[in-house]
């Protein structure tokens, strides 16, 4: 009945307090149901994932391992971790995964292995005149009770252009199954304005940088520890009761764009 920040704060307190905070029966509540079918298909595996969690000598030290170290599930397309000072379970779904607009062209998009990646391949946007990005993800894989946010993570490559201008980005709950094309894109975001702006601020140079939409967007966080780029597409809430699927877009599907590397949506808890 305690949160894991409070139970590393109560370590302090006094040997008797450390050895209790520290228990596995502690910790164990802390770690998602799943956690242990997750742990047993990664031992089964010789990925380095696999090498880490082996290593692991007690729940706190599995609970920060998962922490720190995202695993890969669902052939790879998918981590899954834990956020640090709640214990809440944290998404990203893997660019193969998602739906990008003529993905599997070459002309548009070319896929790459990169070092810094979390997935096997990301694809690099050569030109596109309809910039289309979206993903979903079950409501019921999420942790009740939690206000999540989902980011689009990306880097913006020497020769990107297209992107200093707002896009469209959102997050709403659909049926579970929907149909990518019912409704489709454009019926879907009619009513939206443009805020998001994928290029940081400092780079947007000129009467660009003046223009009253460029004022009002949003812009990308660039303060991740990986130094990739994190554009905010929304938040959700998710009760735990609800058997759906959360839909997440980034689109600008009027003009030219290219130049941006997905490496693919991050679903993770709003900090209070």
């Known amino acids: 009945m305690t949160s894991p920040r409070d139970a590393c704060r109560l370590s302090l307190i006094s040997k008797d307090f450390k050895s209790a905070a520290d228990s596995d029966t502690v910790?164990?509540?802390?770690?998602?149901?799943?956690?242990?079918?997750?742990?047993?298909?990664?031992?089964?595996?010789?990925?380095?994932?696999?090498?880490?969690?082996?290593?692991?000598k007690s729940k706190k030290e599995l609970y920060f391992t998962l922490c720190q170290n995202p695993i890969l599930i669902e052939d790879g397309n998918m981590s899954?971790?834990?956020?640090?000072?709640?214990?809440?379970?944290?998404?990203?779904?893997?660019?193969?995964?998602?739906?990008?607009?003529?993905?599997?062209?070459?002309e548009y998009w070319t896929w790459q292995s990169l070092p810094d990646c979390r997935f096997k391949e990301a694809p690099e946007l050569r030109f596109v005149i309809w910039f289309e990005i979206r993903g979903r993800i079950e409501t019921r894989i999420l942790s009740p009770s939690t206000t999540y946010k989902a980011y689009l993570v990306y880097k913006l490559t020497k020769r990107a252009y297209g992107l200093d201008w707002p896009t469209k980005v959102t997050v709403h709950a659909r049926a579970y199954g929907f149909d990518y094309e019912c409704p489709g894109l454009e019926e879907l975001t009619a009513d939206m304005k443009n805020t998001a702006c994928l290029t940081p601020r400092r780079k947007i140079k000129g009467e660009d940088a003046k223009?009253?939409?460029?004022?009002?967007?949003?812009?990308?966080?660039?303060?991740?520890?990986?130094?990739?780029?994190?554009?905010?597409?929304?938040?959700?809430?998710?009760?735990?009761?609800?058997?759906?699927?959360?839909?997440?877009?980034?689109?600008?599907?009027?003009?030219?764009?290219g130049g941006i590397l997905v490496q693919g949506i991050e679903v993770r808890p709003k900090k209070e």
């Open 27 to 56: 910790w164990e509540k802390f770690l998602p149901h799943e956690t242990n079918e997750i742990i047993l298909s990664q031992l089964q595996s010789e990925s380095d994932e696999s090498a880490l969690i082996n290593d692991v």
């Open 80 to 106: 899954f971790s834990l956020d640090k000072w709640s214990g809440k379970k944290c998404y990203m779904i893997a660019a193969r995964r998602l739906r990008i607009a003529w993905k599997d062209t070459p």
């Open 211 to 257: 223009s009253q939409e460029i004022n009002e967007a949003v812009f990308p966080n660039e303060s991740r520890v990986d130094g990739w780029l994190e554009m905010e597409l929304g938040e959700f809430h998710c009760q735990g009761d609800e058997d759906g699927e959360l839909e997440m877009i980034c689109c600008q599907i009027r003009g030219a764009t």
